[in-house]
Structures are given as structure tokens and as C-alpha cells.
């Protein structure tokens, strides 16, 4: 199967994606392999005629959003995030008629029409410096409200968080925290800026996916005890042999990111179905806040 896949990839000029959430073989096949922003920026990037997105939804939208002219297809066709789904567009308007001198900020777990409704978006390694980028006081911040008072926390503009979550961090808990420094005491504990605000009292660091990754590879720490989606331990324990990785939770699974195998890859392939695509008008406007977001430093 496997040689099946190189081969159609040279033959329909595709570029395979996956996140790091995903499961390992699926990472082992792909060119790149990322956060959905990092991913994106890589398509775009590339002279490829087909993205083959091994993730959830939003991130093939922004993907087509930011490459129009490619075809990208989502090898399993339902794979959604739910808290990107937290908000529509038309709560989002209403939010904004409520607060008219806010700017709207979204992470990019978000749908389009959410992203062209916005000012600008965010994802969980940027937040904090582009909602500083901005001249409001006021920032409306959607859809994942943990990360909103995240960001909250580290910035003095008034942050009014929509209350969308992600279901894989919001339900981790300080026991398990607790829990798992008495197990392994000698380990860094490194969360994601999604958990709850106590479970990122009670870690080290609070990082983006692509963050954990780079402090795994530069701290003397050679245990870690890891507040993300299991998915990224495979990632993290390739780059680095040497050291050792625990979950936070053995049960933080995001069953979209599981839903694509090596099957669905050659499929999508073979048939380059199902494609994603988003409508001229929501693709120009959604690019907008993501070009805004590319420009901060
Ligand atoms: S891990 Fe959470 S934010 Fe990421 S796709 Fe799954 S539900 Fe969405």
C-alpha cells in the first residue's frame, strides 16, 4: 500500500500533509507533518497540483483558503474538529453587534465563514502577540475559550472569549497532572494553551503543538510528561530517540484525527475525492484574516 501511494503521489503531482495528531503510519507516509498552519504555509509552498490533507476539516479549508488553485482532498471524508463548530458565522455577527469597538480574532480551529467574518486569526503559538498587534482595547476571541483566557492571562486588552472548547484538552484535570509528576517526577510537564487554566497552573510550559516539539529537542530535560493529543508522542519520541515521552492521559484521543488510515490515503489518491473546497467570496475574505495573522512578528 505504501508503494502504491509513492507512486500515485508522483503520477497526480500530490503533497501528503498530516498533523501531528495523526496515527503513525499515516505520519511515517507524508512529506510534512505539522500544526495545521505550519502545513498550510508548507502546501502553499510547494509546486504540487493536490494536497492531500491527512487532518480534520477547518485545516483543509485553510490549506484550499490559501492555496485556491490546487485541489485538496480530506482522505476521511466527516473528519470534523467539533470546536471549530462551536460558533457560526451568525453568532459571531451577533457578538460583534454587541461589542462594535472589539476586533474579532479566531484561531484557526475554525470554519471559514467564522475566518471571514474575523479581523484576523490566531493559533495557539501566536495569540498572545497578535492580539497585542492590535489597536482595540476590546478583542473578541473565538471560538475555544480556554485559550481565550489564555491569552487573557498574558495580555492587558479586555478579552471577551466565546465559550467553544476542545473536547481532548478541556477534560484534562490537576489530579491527573498531579498524578502523573508523582509518577514521574523527574519529568518537564508541557501542556497546551487549550486546557483548562488550573491544569496550566500546574505545568511547566504551556506550548503549541510546534512548540513542544522545539523545547523537547533544546531542554536538558530528558523526561516529559506531554498535555496534548496522543498522536504527538509518536512525533516527539521519533526526533527523539533519546528521551523519554508520557501522556498526560492515555484517553486524550481526538477520534476525527484518528479516522484517516493508509486505506483512506491510497483512495483519496486514487479517486481524489472528497475534495474540499471553499467559495470564492468566504476563500477571499478568510484569507484576509489569515494574511493579517502571517504579517505579525
Ligand atoms: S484535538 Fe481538539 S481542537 Fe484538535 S481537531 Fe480534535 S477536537 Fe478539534
Given amino acids: ?114 475566518k471571514a467574518e474575523s479581523d484576523i486569526c490566531c493559533t495557539s503559538a501566536n495569540g498572545v502577540a497578535v492580539v497585542n498587534s492590535l489597536d482595540q482595547r476590546q478583542i473578541i476571541f473565538v471560538p475555544d475559550g480556554n485559550l481565550g483566557k489564555y491569552v487573557a492571562r498574558h495580555t492587558k486588552k479586555e478579552i471577551i472569549p466565546w465559550t467553544g472548547y476542545c473536547y481532548v484538552h478541556d477534560r484534562y484535570t490537576p489530579d491527573e497532572v498531579r498524578e502523573a509528576r508523582r509518577l514521574h517526577p523527574k519529568a518537564e510537564v508541557l501542556v497546551h494553551p487549550e486546557c483548562r487554566p488550573e491544569v496550566i497552573d500546574l505545568a511547566d510550559y504551556a506550548y503549541s503543538t510546534s512548540g513542544m516539539g522545539k523545547h523537547a529537542q533544546k531542554s536538558i530535560a530528558s523526561e516529559f510528561i506531554i498535555g496534548t493529543e496522543v498522536g504527538m508522542l509518536y512525533r516527539l519520541k521519533k526526533e527523539n530517540p533519546d528521551k523519554k515521552f508520557y501522556p498526560l492521559s492515555e484517553k486524550a484521543i481526538c477520534e476525527n484525527m484518528k479516522k484517516t488510515d493508509l486505506g483512506k490515503v491510497l483512495l483519496a489518491l486514487q479517486t481524489l475525492e472528497p475534495q474540499v473546497k471553499v467559495s470564492q467570496e468566504i476563500s477571499n475574505k478568510a484569507r484576509r484574516s489569515i494574511e493579517r495573522m502571517l504579517a505579525v512578528k
Wanted: charged residues 20%; hydrophobic residues 45%.
Fill in 1 to 114: 500500500m505504501i508503494e502504491e501511494i509513492r507512486a500515485l503521489k508522483e503520477e497526480k503531482n500530490a503533497v501528503i500533509l498530516a498533523h501531528n495528531y495523526q496515527i503513525g503510519p499515516v505520519q511515517d507516509i507524508a512529506d510534512y507533518v505539522g500544526d495545521s498552519l505550519e502545513l498550510s504555509r508548507a502546501a502553499a509552498a510547494t509546486d504540487c497540483d493536490v494536497i492531500i490533507f491527512c487532518g480534520v476539516d477547518f485545516m483543509a479549508e485553510t490549506a484550499s483558503i490559501l492555496s485556491p488553485q490546487k485541489t485538496v482532498v480530506l482522505p476521511a471524508s466527516g473528519a470534523c474538529c467539533p470546536m471549530a463548530h462551536m460558533i457560526t458565522a451568525d453568532q459571531l455577527r451577533e457578538v460583534k453587534a454587541a461589542y462594535p469597538d472589539a476586533a474579532a480574532v479566531c484561531y484557526v480551529n475554525s470554519t471559514a465563514e467564522v
